[in-house]
T-cell receptor, first 114, second 113 residues
């Protein structure tokens, strides 16, 4: 089955700086890669996603890049703000495999220092 | 608000008991996924239903089962509960215009004492 590794487990950055979170996956059949943000005690919230036919996608201060050859994808947050503090999860999904659930990384606790 | 609802919000029960968690997907979504979130295991996929039929199983214990009803709401049944079953249980739904995207409900926090 799929295995997703996520690094770092904790990331502390100064407000206004950029943050980068990296994930690798093992199953080359995976073709959909969402990122979720989870605040303490709340539900995971989908913030951005990318499909395997695209190398990069941006949405305001958030961008995701995908390298299919190396099987890794990254989340980039620019101009970080205090409200960006949360746990971020990457995930991988094979939509062509019949059906299955998301395989998640272990999460990155992002701390924005004022 | 994702449009996915879950009840109850909190559940406290004793070892050996059985509980039922309920999930209503977003309007128009046909797929319901169940996930378990714990500190040691992270977020793990349990089971998926699509339009009333089981589609995929993940790391779901034999003591756990689920079903999806004709109105598309789903229930996750957990029996012979153990202390280690204490976790957050989320359901997610997908299957609207962009079928890949999964939207999570607020979760049910289960505490087994």
């Amino acid at each position: 089955g799929e295995n997703v590794e996520q690094h770092p487990s904790t990331l502390s950055v100064q407000e206004g700086d950029s943050a980068v979170i990296k994930c690798t996956y093992s199953d080359s059949a995976s073709n959909y890669f969402p990122w979720y943000k989870q605040e303490l005690g709340k539900r995971p919230q989908l913030i951005i996603d990318i499909r395997s036919n695209v190398g990069e996608k941006k949405d305001q201060r958030i961008a995701v890049t995908l390298n299919k050859t190396a099987k890794h994808f990254s989340l980039h947050i620019t101009e970080t703000q205090p409200e960006d503090s949360a746990v971020y999860f990457c995930a991988a999904f094979d939509s062509g495999g019949g059906a299955d659930g998301l395989t998640f990384g272990k999460g990155t606790h992002l701390i924005i220092q004022p | 608000d994702s449009g996915v609802t879950q009840t109850p919000k909190h559940l406290i029960t004793a070892t050996g008991q059985r509980v039922t968690l309920r999930c209503s997907p977003r309007s128009g979504d046909l797929s319901v996924y169940w996930y378990q979130q714990s500190l040691d295991q992270g977020l793990q996929f349990l089971i998926q239903y699509y339009n009333g039929e089981e589609r995929a199983k993940g790391n779901i214990l034999e003591r756990f089962s689920a079903q999806q009803f004709p109105d598309l709401h789903s229930e996750l049944n957990l029996s012979s509960l153990e202390l280690g079953d204490s976790a957050l249980y989320f359901c997610a739904s997908s299957g609207g215009g962009r079928a890949y995207e999964q939207y999570f409900g607020p979760g049910t926090r289960l505490t087994v004492t």
